[in-house]
Nanobody, 123 residues
Framework: VQLQASGGGLVQAGESLRLSCAAS????????MGWFRQAPGKEREFVAAISWNAGRTYYADSVKGRFAISRDNAKNTVYLQMNSLKPEDTAVYYC?????????????????WGQGTQVTVSS
C-alpha cells in the first residue's frame, strides 16, 4: 500500500485546512487509517484514526472537537478536516494504514506510512 498525503499549507490561527491521503496498491484490505503529526524536536504523535468501514473514529484529546477524520473507500482516500487551527498544531502530518483497533495510538501498530505534508499555523 502506498500513501500520498496532501493539502498542507500556511494558515493563520483560527482558520481551517483539509488534508487528504490517497491510497494505492493493495487497497482491498480492511485497513484502519490514521493521522499522526511530528513537530520539530518532538516525537511523532497520534492525531486521529478511523476504522475500515468508517464506523468508529478516535481522536487525541488535543484535537477533539476541532478535527474530523473521514474516509471514502470508493476513492481510497482518507481526509482530516482541521478547524480552529492553533499555532501548536504546526507539524508535518502523516497518514498511515494498519490493522487493529482505532484506539491503538502507537506508531508501531501502523504498517504503511505516507510521506507527510507540512502544516504551519501562524499566530
Amino acid at each position: 500500500v502506498q500513501l500520498q498525503a496532501s493539502g498542507g499549507g500556511l494558515v493563520q490561527a483560527g482558520e481551517s485546512l483539509r488534508l487528504s491521503c490517497a491510497a494505492s496498491g493493495r487497497t482491498s484490505g480492511s485497513y484502519r487509517m490514521g493521522w499522526f503529526r511530528q513537530a520539530p524536536g518532538k516525537e511523532r504523535e497520534f492525531v486521529a484514526a478511523i476504522s475500515w468501514n468508517a464506523g468508529r473514529t478516535y481522536y487525541a484529546d488535543s484535537v477533539k472537537g476541532r478535527f474530523a477524520i473521514s474516509r471514502d473507500n470508493a476513492k481510497n482516500t482518507v481526509y482530516l478536516q482541521m478547524n480552529s487551527l492553533k499555532p501548536e498544531d504546526t507539524a508535518v502530518y502523516y497518514c498511515a494504514a494498519g490493522y487493529g483497533s482505532v484506539s491503538a495510538t502507537n506508531t508501531a501498530s501502523y504498517r504503511y506510512w505516507g510521506q507527510g505534508t507540512q502544516v504551519t499555523v501562524s499566530s
